[in-house]
């Protein structure tokens, strides 16, 4: 946290413009639709980035885009339920690895046949 407060610092809560965005999109009848996500407390909250690299670097190169200004995106979010807008997020998800070792913790663990009728 920085102990120095400077003239061109904004608030945290305070609405800057952010600029054109590179704005996650997924195809829909006749035309592009913003995607929505939901923050890590469930609330939904519509997703822009400042470049199409950081898009691509969270969300994957495949991922379809459309560039809208931050006051465009807010008024087309707004109404389904979006009231705030994260600009740049990074995946906070943990990477899916193949299952190679023992279950999660308190999961049953198999036995073949031969040992549970020798364990019995």
């Given at each position: ?21 590179f ?86 663990v ?11």
């Amino acid at each position: 946290m920085c102990l120095f407060q400077y003239d061109d610092d904004p608030e945290p809560e305070e609405r800057v413009p952010a600029g054109p965005l590179f704005v996650p999109a997924r195809p829909g009848p006749g035309r592009a639709v913003v995607r929505l996500f939901r923050t890590p407390l469930g609330a939904r909250t519509a997703v822009g980035f400042t470049t199409a690299e950081r898009l691509a670097a969270t969300l994957g190169p495949e991922q379809p885009w459309i560039r809208l200004s931050e006051s465009a995106l807010r008024a087309l979010a707004g109404p389904l339920g979006a009231s705030s807008l994260t600009v740049d997020p990074t995946l906070t998800a943990p990477a899916v690895a193949a299952a190679t070792g023992p279950g999660p913790v308190g999961a049953p663990v198999r036995q073949a046949p031969e040992t549970a009728a020798r364990n019995a």
